[in-house]
């Protein structure tokens, strides 16, 4: 898109005003509300809200207000798991122990969504999630993965494939959830 040509062009000193342009047209075209009008724009608007992130030096207040959309957009439906899960990355990163405090319930929630819901694929932009906050943050991520009901949703996935239960997950997704666990 336009807009995330001209943010990657730019000096850092600059950031601040595309991101003040950007980012209230981010919340409109995320908008749950807008989303059968603007359908076109979504994914291009994704890639903009990567793209600042990506650019962006520090974790700011008003980019943390849009992760909310995160868990809007995934409710709707799956289609854009793999961008949402590298701005959810981006945010962890970013944002560290501050994005966490203020987020994690959303992020708990993003999580329960997609554990045993997301295809194979799915599943492995899942585990940059699980991977980022088991890493950089283990003292905040574990908390999360089982107090948000996290750990238990893996060990029934586990649990039901051990079992050969229909529509277990696949092996390949219970390894992610094996690995994850044994952290």
């Known amino acids: 898109s336009i807009l995330s040509s001209v943010a990657t062009a ?19 075209v995320l908008d749950p509300a ?20 990506r650019l962006a030096g520090s974790y700011d207040s008003n980019l943390g ?13 799956l289609e854009h798991v793999k961008i949402l899960m590298n701005i959810t990355q981006g945010y962890i990163l970013l944002g560290g122990t501050t994005f966490l405090s203020h987020h994690s319930s959303d992020l708990q929630r993003i999580l329960i969504l997609l554990v045993g819901n997301v295809n194979p694929r799915g599943a ?33 996935s586990c649990a039901a494939n051990y079992n050969d239960e229909n529509d277990c997950e696949p092996d390949r997704v219970i390894i992610i959830y094996l690995r994850v666990l044994a952290r």
Not at 12 to 27: D, N, S, V, Y
Not at 34 to 53: D, H, S, V, Y
């Open 10 to 28: 730019i000096e850092k000193e600059q950031f601040g005003g595309i991101i003040q342009i950007a980012l209230p047209l981010l919340h409109n």
């Open 34 to 53: 807008t989303r059968e009008e603007n359908l076109f724009l979504i994914e291009t608007a994704l890639i903009l809200w990567l793209t600042l992130l």
């Open 65 to 77: 207000i849009l992760f909310g959309r995160v868990k809007e957009l995934l409710a709707q439906d």
């Open 124 to 156: 492995a932009y899942l585990n940059l999630i699980f991977e980022c906050l088991l890493g950089a943050f283990p003292s905040q991520g574990v908390p999360l993965f089982i107090h948000g009901g996290i750990a238990n949703k893996m060990i029934q």
